[in-house]
């Protein structure tokens, strides 16, 4: 039986179902006869990513609302701190730069900044 691929009940030929019996084992359910059998799969992952293999600053990149998230941090007023769009408000009059930063790589301290004003992304490479 290859529990990779649907599962039928042997006594009724229905469909089963996989549930979580009392002891949380996985179990193939029938639903018509009430049938129960043990799950017999070896891995019980049904879908796996791993997001160290991949830029989390392209992810970042591509959400235009990023900026109105009000959970990330912020960086109001500092002049080392600066946009890299010269045609910027804040690098054109007196308006105090305001930058969003998100660190997306934890092992090599990586971050993207994004200006609250003109919404430009530039990383610390």
Same mark, same amino acid.
């Given at each position: 039986?290859?529990?990779?691929?649907?599962?039928?009940?042997?006594?009724?030929?229905?469909?089963?179902?996989?549930?979580?019996?009392?002891?949380?084992?996985?179990?193939?359910?029938?639903?018509? =006869?009430?049938? +129960?059998?043990?799950?017999?799969?070896?891995?019980?992952?049904? &879908?796996?990513? !791993?997001?160290?293999? *991949?830029?989390?600053?392209?992810?970042?990149?591509?959400?235009?609302?990023?900026?109105?998230?009000?959970?990330?941090?912020?960086?109001?007023?500092?002049?080392?701190?600066?946009?890299?769009?010269?045609?910027?408000? =804040?690098?054109? +009059?007196?308006?105090?730069?305001?930058?969003?930063?998100?660190? &997306?790589?934890? !092992?090599?301290?990586? *971050?993207?900044?994004?200006?609250?004003?003109?919404?430009?992304?530039?990383?610390?490479?």
């Amino acid at each position: 039986m290859d529990d990779s691929e649907i599962h039928f009940c042997e006594e009724c030929q229905n469909m089963t179902y996989l549930y979580l019996d009392k002891d949380k084992k996985l179990i193939h359910h029938c639903k018509a =006869c009430e049938k +129960s059998e043990p799950f017999t799969g070896k891995d019980n992952c049904i &879908y796996s990513i !791993d997001f160290r293999e *991949y830029d989390k600053s392209e992810y970042i990149n591509h959400n235009p609302y990023i900026t109105h998230d009000v959970t990330l941090p912020k960086i109001e007023g500092n002049s080392n701190l600066k946009c890299t769009n010269p045609e910027c408000i =804040c690098n054109v +009059s007196d308006k105090p730069s305001s930058v969003t930063y998100i660190k &997306y790589d934890d !092992d090599k301290m990586k *971050y993207i900044y994004i200006c609250n004003h003109c919404g430009q992304k530039w990383k610390n490479d």
